[in-house]
């Protein structure tokens, strides 16, 4: 195997961006001239995110072939424009149910199961699986800090393939954090010294350190660091603080990243070819107009619970040489009497997707509000749902009208839980547990979608034939159909049979649409996603009419 690894771990606290260093230096790597792959471990025993809560974990990323998975891999698909999988990200869960049904089978012929070598073994299949294509590199980002208990597999494992693979053919990166004492106006380097002679009690000797500081670290400040760790002057370098994520490639090129990693690994690299990038960022700098969109959720404290829809609409603003100030909405504070002054100085209203009741009827009020008052509108898988709820309540007048997510026995579920449906992705008919509303029903991943002629979903992609990935278990219902079609409701967007609506929308209105699937996914800063690229440019011109 040609491909070198990459293994990327953090130490003293969480949090500090290792998932955007990974991302950028594969970035950094691919403007080299390197095909480069991407995958994330993590410590945690859950088998997927799927099932964690996002106020406490963020945003479930989901790929094209329905992984639900770190939100991580939303930053490796936006920074490296590839396609995650089923095999970017593995969890201690997964590793050890891989394991224990290989026991339960009798495959280890009554051998004693241990941690070193059988869970060790397993991770480091699922490391070298990653690399099928004849990539130049494949990063590998451990989860979680040095030092934590349930790491020490990963850590062990990726220790061994140093000796598996050959030293000239991996490398170890590791993230630390240098704080500054403001009283004392001091950098520190103790907690990084400290982190690295924990990682080499385990048997790993970082090759190069990456400093997340506020201010650049001084050439004094480096050379410390190299002695104590150990590691070459030229191996430690600043990551500081940056205005935007899309600087950070740029600013690991500036301080060599990419060059020390090339010469490190002998890789066969040409010089980095940063126009896009730069052009990137000149366009993030100098907008030339500005839009105010509000998020109405109930995730509201957690940003990272929306990580993806935040740089798609990002994103859209970018193509748009606009700056996008976004307001998030707690739903649940919404009510008909304070709608209008809540979101009357906004250009923009979305709805997200979401599980669960609360804070729903804030949402349709906020819709009902977006609808008559021409406020250009974006209701996402839930928020489309709650987009049908709202003009079957006031338009066609069905005031019970529900989702069976929220009201199992409304007389009017134009939102439904479909027990039989044609899974064009399996190609097979697949079955929905009608009484169960966890796990496993769920339509996960990239479904192909079919747009009608002459519509707004239509001008914003330009094609007729398009595919986005789902994460939900209701769905329109079609008995609904021809009702909500008369009463002026387009339905601009259904699977190829028809069966399954995936987008509505309102002529006569600057711009209202929803879809039951997740655009924000699929958006990339450099290709930003037709529908954000739209409501963006509405929004734009709600806030000129001003
Ligand atoms: N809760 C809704 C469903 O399961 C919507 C899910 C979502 O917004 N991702 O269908």
């Given at each position: 195997m040609k491909t070198k690894f990459i293994f990327i771990t953090g130490g003293v606290l969480s949090s500090l961006g290792k998932g955007l260093a990974a991302a950028s230096i594969g970035a950094l790597l691919q403007t080299r001239g390197l095909k480069v792959t991407i995958q994330k471990l993590d410590p945690y025993i859950n088998v997927d995110p799927g099932t964690m809560n996002p106020f406490q974990h963020g945003e479930v990323y989901v790929t094209e072939d329905g992984a639900e998975t770190d939100l991580d891999l939303g930053h490796y698909e936006r920074f490296l424009g590839i396609h995650m999988s089923q095999s970017s990200n593995y969890t201690s869960g997964k590793i050890y149910e891989t394991v224990i049904n290989k026991e339960r089978r009798g495959d280890y012929l009554g051998g004693t199961v241990q941690v070193i070598p059988h869970i060790t073994d397993e991770i480091k299949r699922c490391v070298l699986s990653v690399a099928k294509d004849d990539e130049d590199v494949a990063l590998i980002e451990i989860g979680g800090t040095v030092g934590d208990i349930e790491g020490l597999p990963f850590l062990e494992a990726i220790r061994q393939l140093k000796n598996d693979l050959g030293k000239e053919n991996v490398l170890y990166i590791h993230l630390t954090l240098v704080p500054y004492m403001r009283a004392a106006g001091e950098l520190k380097t103790k907690p990084t010294q400290h982190s690295v002679k924990e990682l080499r009690s385990i048997g790993i000797q970082p090759d190069i350190i990456l400093c997340r500081s506020e201010v650049p670290l001084p050439a004094d400040l480096r050379d410390k660091i190299a002695l104590f760790c150990d590691v070459d002057r030229d191996a430690v370098f600043s990551a500081v603080d940056v205005k935007s994520i899309y600087e950070v490639p740029m600013e690991f090129y500036r301080e060599g990243v990419d060059q020390k990693i090339a010469i490190l690994l002998k890789l066969p690299a040409k010089n980095a070819e940063l126009d896009s990038w730069k052009e990137l960022n000149r366009r993030i700098n100098n907008p030339k107009g500005r839009c105010r969109i509000g998020i109405v959720g109930?995730?509201?404290?957690?940003?990272?619970?929306?990580?993806?829809?935040?740089?798609?609409?990002?994103?859209?603003?970018?193509?748009?040489?606009?700056?996008?100030?976004?307001?998030?909405?707690?739903?649940e504070e919404i009510t008909p009497k304070n709608v209008e002054k809540r979101l009357k100085n906004l250009d923009g209203i979305l709805v997200p997707g979401g599980f669960g009741s609360r804070g729903i009827e804030g949402k349709i009020t906020s819709i009902k509000y977006a609808r008559e008052n021409k406020v250009p509108f974006f209701g996402i898988c839930l928020g489309m749902q709650c987009a049908v709820i709202e003009y079957a309540r006031n338009v066609l007048g069905l005031d019970k009208a529900n989702s069976q997510e929220f009201d199992e026995f409304t007389p009017d579920p134009v939102i439904y839980l479909m027990t039989e449906w044609y899974d064009f992705r399996t190609k097979k008919v697949e079955k929905r547990d009608g009484a169960s509303n966890k796990g496993g029903t769920m339509r996960l991943g990239s479904y192909p979608c079919k747009i009608v002629k002459e519509t707004k979903a239509m001008e914003a992609y330009g094609e007729s034939k398009i595919e986005e990935r789902h994460r939900h278990r209701y769905e329109f219902n079609k008995?609904?159909?021809?009702?909500?079609?008369?009463?002026?409701?387009?339905?601009?967007?259904?699977?190829?049979d028809e069966e399954l609506v995936e987008m509505v929308e309102l002529p006569g209105h600057p711009w209202f649409l929803g879809c039951q699937f997740h655009p924000e996914f699929k958006s990339n800063p450099m290709r930003p996603h037709p529908l954000f690229r739209e409501f963006i440019r509405a929004a734009t011109l709600q806030a000129k009419g001003r």
């Open positions: 109930k995730y509201v404290d957690l940003k990272e619970a929306y990580k993806s829809l935040h740089e798609a609409l990002i994103h859209g603003a970018v193509f748009n040489e606009v700056s996008v100030e976004l307001e998030y909405v707690n739903s008995k609904y159909a021809e009702a909500l079609h008369k009463a002026g409701l387009v339905l601009s967007g259904t699977s190829p």
